[in-house]
Nanobody, 116 residues
């Protein structure tokens, strides 16, 4: 069974940075991590979950939500089974619980709070 565990969230001041990590553990029949795209999503209080960034599998192209372009960067380290999200120039609007997802499997989320 594949499991995802996010980490790296916390409280940061506006303009600050955080680096989130998503660790992929476990195995599943037919599941080869390298072939799967991985996405980061977030959900703010009272709002729907939205996609933030994603990175492909065998061809690791990246895509970002307009709201984070130029500020966030997604990367993956397949041997370490980790996907990271570097977040810079954070604003209060980035406050949310951040989740990673692969193949329909979700992590438990990590809270990011941007506040002075």
């Amino acid at each position: 069974q594949v499991q995802l565990v996010e980490s790296g969230g916390g409280l940061v001041q506006p303009g600050g940075s955080l680096r989130l990590s998503c660790k992929v553990s476990g195995r599943a029949s037919g599941f080869t991590l390298n072939y799967y795209g991985i996405g980061w999503f977030r959900q703010a209080p009272g709002k729907e979950r939205e996609g933030v960034a994603c990175i492909g599998g065998s061809l690791p192209s990246t895509n970002y939500a307009d709201s984070v372009k130029g500020r966030f960067s997604i990367s993956r380290d397949n041997p370490k089974r980790t996907v990271s999200l570097q977040m810079n120039s954070l604003t209060a609007e980035d406050t949310a619980v951040y989740y990673c997802m692969i193949g329909g499997v979700w992590g438990q989320g990590t809270q990011v709070t941007v506040s002075s």
